[in-house]
């Protein structure tokens, strides 16, 4: 019998706030709800914030709230690199990815000419300007001996070649709402981020990659995360059908805002966990606050 599996994923590249919490309270009632399973992940794949200190500060924030997790152990993903090295070397090999070497401030001064001409420049969800694509075609020798010559870069993803693989139109399932009960089917559209970036020189797998590799290799069925990551989704689906992966079904819950109607960050001055605690609100009055007294 399968059951079904949910994971909580925060990155301990800085504090929990609210938004994680209830991200994770609402991953608990869920899982209980649904007679399943909720597992932890630790999305540290940038080794450099992801301190050891931050990620022990993560378990004692969950600790905290009183969340408990299903075995098997909480995963890694700095452990696993190797593991998403086979997955990358696969679109390698299948022709779907390239290196660029453009830098942030080259693309920035590519758009600029392009846009100082009257004509717009395409953009992603989150409103950051497409890459331009001019290495899409660049030939082997080039890349090889700019890679030998240490230049930084980053391996892309062709869109528009993976979007040409595909036999039929990709969808996904999203939850009407977050009682998980009922659901409708979405239309994924990729296209719309442009060549998005699968893995750094620097960093040999990118969010994109990794979540949906991950989602797989812990079974998981259900993906209960914030709303911010709804556009994103066209961009797992895709990965998942290139990669043979399975396809879970996807609810995509409503953000903490603050008083300004801007998503939490620390970055904003933004609460902490830890904050509440140290003035001295218990982890049941914040449940209440967040709206599941009765867990």
């Known amino acids: 019998m399968t059951y079904p599996r949910l994971r909580f994923a925060p990155s301990p590249n800085g504090a929990l706030h609210l938004g994680h919490a209830y991200s994770a309270l609402l991953n608990e009632k869920l899982a209980r709800e649904l007679d399943g399973i909720l597992l932890l992940r630790i999305e540290d794949i940038d080794t450099a914030r992801c301190t050891p200190e931050k990620r022990q500060a993560v378990f004692d924030d969950l600790a905290w709230l009183g969340l408990s997790f299903d075995p098997p152990t909480t995963r890694l993903q700095s452990a696993h690199f190797d593991f998403y090295g086979v997955a990358l070397e696969k679109l390698r090999k299948m022709e779907l990815v390239y290196p660029a070497f453009m830098t942030r401030g080259e693309i920035r001064s590519h758009v600029a000419r392009f846009e100082a001409r009257g004509k717009s420049w395409p953009r992603d969800p989150d409103g950051s300007p497409h890459y331009p694509g001019i290495e899409r075609e660049m030939d082997d020798a080039t890349r090889k001996q700019r890679i030998a010559e240490g230049q930084p870069f980053a391996w892309r993803l062709d869109v528009r070649r993976a979007l040409a693989r595909l036999e039929k139109p990709l969808t996904w399932q999203e939850a009407t709402d977050e009682t998980a009960t009922t659901w409708r089917l979405e239309t994924a559209d990729p296209a719309r981020w442009g060549d998005i970036i699968i893995a750094r020189s620097d960093t040999p797998v990118s969010y994109h990659l990794v979540v949906v590799l991950d ?67 218990t982890s049941t009055e914040l449940r209440v606050r967040l709206g599941f007294a009765s867990l």
């Open 215 to 281: 989602d797989a290799v812990q079974s998981i069925t259900h993906v209960v995360r914030g709303r911010d990551l709804f556009e994103a989704t066209a961009v797992h689906r895709l990965l998942q059908t290139l990669l043979d992966l399975p396809e879970p079904v996807y609810l995509h819950h409503r953000l903490i805002l603050d008083e300004t109607g801007h998503k939490l960050a620390k970055s904003r001055g933004s609460m902490s966990l830890a904050d509440y605690r140290a003035h001295g609100v």
